[in-house]
């Protein structure tokens, strides 16, 4: 119906895929109970409604259009023998009767992007030239030549007149042109939006015109004197139709991406002088859809809206039933009047480009390829609903599957271990009854298939239990960490700041690898080097959940520690399966003594001191003078803090106050663990 059903290429929506818990204990459930995961496979002849019930739906045939049609089916009109014709990216009209198609005229343009029939059974197309095509026997001929318009991207007749409009655009002003019968044309209203790409006639002869770049609905109620009956959100008026009752139905689009990526929705018409064909550009979004329906007075109401993808075409059955035809994954949806959405077709095609839903015959008309789809029956023995591959994550053994179901239902399911079933997956089950085990062996993904064997039958409320394989965990790394020092950016606080107090604690957190996420328990225990026994660190009772422990030391004598951290899936699987892993740490320094000042004196203005620890090493030293809060670094005799005994002879010169004799100097010493101890020594 529009040359950007052509002019760009068809993005694929996100479908419904399980995600197990972030806590996986014993039996998890696949249920499938909404729109979004109960259409989210392939369904033939079945239509799942927002109420999450899936129901008897349309079976379509498969007439493929001729090589020489291009990718894309653009619009689609119904002849008075209930055949249609297409539209097409090739510049061809294509006849579809029953099963076959065939060429019924070709305009030579590179498209044909709107179609219209008027009383006499005359059929008009627009093309992507600014020339009118009428089409009989057979042919195209040039019906009118639009002046200032560049494509011809709608067209409608007003049933009462037999006028035709024309929508389009040149430059930066979209047009509607009218073309009477004598072939005589005017400009009939004029936009300041750069293209009109919609156009419909409402029974008492106002017109409506859907807009591109600001998407704009107006109300022509006579030449030149227009109304905007609603200033959509998005870029443009994709289609409209009106229904009984002066109903006015209207499909808006709106891109996604941001304005730094590309072009990101196929609702976005680029300049009809565009080649034809799809475009090979990359979208990084979808375009939004939705439907809007505007009541006799006017009053505007969204009733239906998909932000994964864009709507393609708009049509209604003669009850005023609305259809649309998405941009992506070739579905047709319906909605009521109570907004209950209903997904009613889904084909191979990757866009609807064209809806033909009254009269005789009903179409879906799908692009890339282009294929004619006549609604056959609804129901019957080839009405199947297979759900999405679900993934378990890992392997896994299936249990019972429960539905809610209506009429005659054929259940079953198949497994596999790869994304897209193939022939590795396992052939499908025997029928499953409600509540029943399933026979499928175990696999990392399963598929659900229902089979409708009456138009009343209907499925719902899809529960399938399963139970992965354990696999255990495994403890990657442990870090020890004194929790004086936590607060600190290093270690050894520096100089002239308040000295932390030391904290025997130490806090322990760890890493996992646990790829079945299953809950895990931990037991921390640890040994000092030297020796051979394991003592805990946790108690028996304890049920330490989390990867990180608080262990207090300061019980403990100074040396070197290892820590072991045991992981345990106990609290997830039968006492059979459980798996364990420990891992040890590298040496845990555990030193809560702190360093003794062996010796101080001053010898004339030097001070001279000797620093041992227990464990060593000593990393800093540093003088304050006087009682102030003042500490300056000293460094060592050999100008290295690196073991348990350093020795000092530090000139104090350039600290002690000009002039003044007697002093007290204070010298504070740490050693790795933070411990510090603090003398005094007074200068004469």
């Known amino acids: 119906m529009r040359i950007a059903a052509f002019l760009a ?69 119904e002849l008075a023998d209930g055949s249609i014709l297409v539209g097409v990216s090739g510049g061809k009209i294509i006849q579809v009767a029953g099963d076959h198609a065939t060429v019924y005229a070709d305009t030579k343009e590179n498209a044909v992007t709107a179609l219209a029939i008027d009383r006499s059974g005359a059929v008009y197309a627009g093309t992507t030239s600014n020339k009118v095509y009428k089409v009989s026997s057979g042919k195209a001929d040039v019906y009118a030549t639009l002046a200032d318009v560049e494509s011809v991207l709608a067209l409608v007749v007003d049933a009462r007149t037999g006028a035709l409009y024309a929508g389009g655009g040149a430059g930066s002003s979209g047009k509607v042109v009218r073309v009477e019968p004598g072939r005589a044309s005017s400009v009939y209203f004029k936009t300041s939006e750069p293209f009109v790409v919609s156009l419909a006639v409402a029974p008492d002869g106002v017109v409506y015109a859907g807009t591109s770049g600001k998407a704009m609905l107006y109300r022509i109620a006579a ?179 429960r539905w809610t179901g209506a009429g005659t239902l054929e259940v079953s399911t198949r497994t596999g271990d790869t994304h897209t079933p193939d022939a590795t997956w396992s052939a499908w089950s025997t029928p499953v009854a409600d509540g029943a085990s399933t026979s499928s062996p175990p696999g990392r993904f399963v598929q659900v298939r229902a089979r409708m064997r009456d138009a009343a039958a209907t499925i719902s409320d899809v529960n399938l239990a399963f139970v992965t394989e354990n696999l255990r965990a495994v403890v990657t790394e442990i870090s020890p960490r004194s929790k004086s020092h936590e607060a600190k950016d290093k270690d050894i606080p520096p100089s002239g700041s308040e000295p932390p107090k030391h904290d ?14 299953d809950e895990l328990r931990y037991r921390v225990q640890f040994r000092r080097e030297g020796q ?6 946790t108690t028996a009772d304890e049920v330490l959940t989390r990867a990180e422990l608080d262990w207090d030391t300061s019980s403990l004598a100074e040396g070197k520690y290892k820590v072991r951290v045991d992981a345990s899936d106990e609290m997830a699987n039968p006492p059979a399966d459980v798996m364990h892993f420990s891992l040890d740490s590298a040496p845990v320094l555990v030193d809560n003594t702190p360093p003794v000042i062996k010796t101080i004196g001053v010898q004339g203005r030097r001070l001279k001191a000797e620093v041992v620890d227990g464990l060593g090493p000593i990393v800093r030293a540093e003088v304050a003078i006087d009682g102030r809060v003042e500490w300056r670094p000293v460094a060592p005799t050999d100008g290295i803090f690196d073991s348990a005994d350093e020795t000092i002879d530090a000139d104090l010169s350039l600290l002690l106050p000009p002039g003044a004799k007697g002093h007290v100097v204070a010298l504070r010493a740490y050693d790795a663990a933070g411990n510090y101890v603090v003398r005094d020594v007074e200068m004469p």
């Open 532 to 537: 051979s026994r394991w003592l805990d660190a």
């Open 223 to 401: 030449a030149g004197r227009a109304t905007v009956l609603y200033d959509f959100p998005g870029e443009d008026v994709y289609a409209i139709a009106v229904g009984p009752g002066s109903i006015v139905w209207a499909v808006a689009n709106e891109t996604s991406g941001s304005s730094d990526s590309t072009e990101s929705s196929s609702s976005h018409r680029p300049s009809p002088r565009a080649p034809a064909g799809p475009t090979t550009a990359t979208h990084t979004k979808p375009g939004k859809g939705a439907l809007w329906r505007f009541d006799a007075q006017g009053r505007p109401e969204k009733v239906m809206h998909h932000d994964d993808f864009h709507y393609l075409s708009l049509a209604l059955d003669d009850a005023g039933t609305p259809y649309v035809g998405t941009g992506a994954e070739g579905r047709v949806y319906t909605v009521d009047d109570a907004h209950q959405v209903a997904l009613v077709a889904d084909t191979d095609e990757r866009q609807i480009g064209a809806l033909v839903m009254a009269g005789k015959s009903r179409y879906v008309v799908g692009s890339d390829p282009a294929v004619a789809h006549r609604v056959l029956t609804v129901g019957g023995p080839d009405s199947v609903w297979t759900s999405k591959p679900l993934d378990a994550g890992l392997r896994a053994r299936f249990g019972h599957l």
């Open 504 to 517: 025997a604690v130490v806090h322990l957190t760890w890493k996992v690898d646990n790829p079945d996420n």
């Open 9 to 77: 290429a068809a993005v694929t929506a996100a479908a419904f895929a399980f995600a197990p818990d972030a806590r996986a204990v014993g039996t998890r459930t696949f249920e499938l109970d909404t729109l979004d995961k109960l259409s989210g496979g392939d369904l033939k002849g079945v239509s799942v409604g927002s109420d999450g019930i899936v129901r008897a739906g349309w079976t379509l045939g498969d007439v493929h259009l001729p090589e020489s049609s291009g990718a894309a089916a653009t619009c689609a009109v």
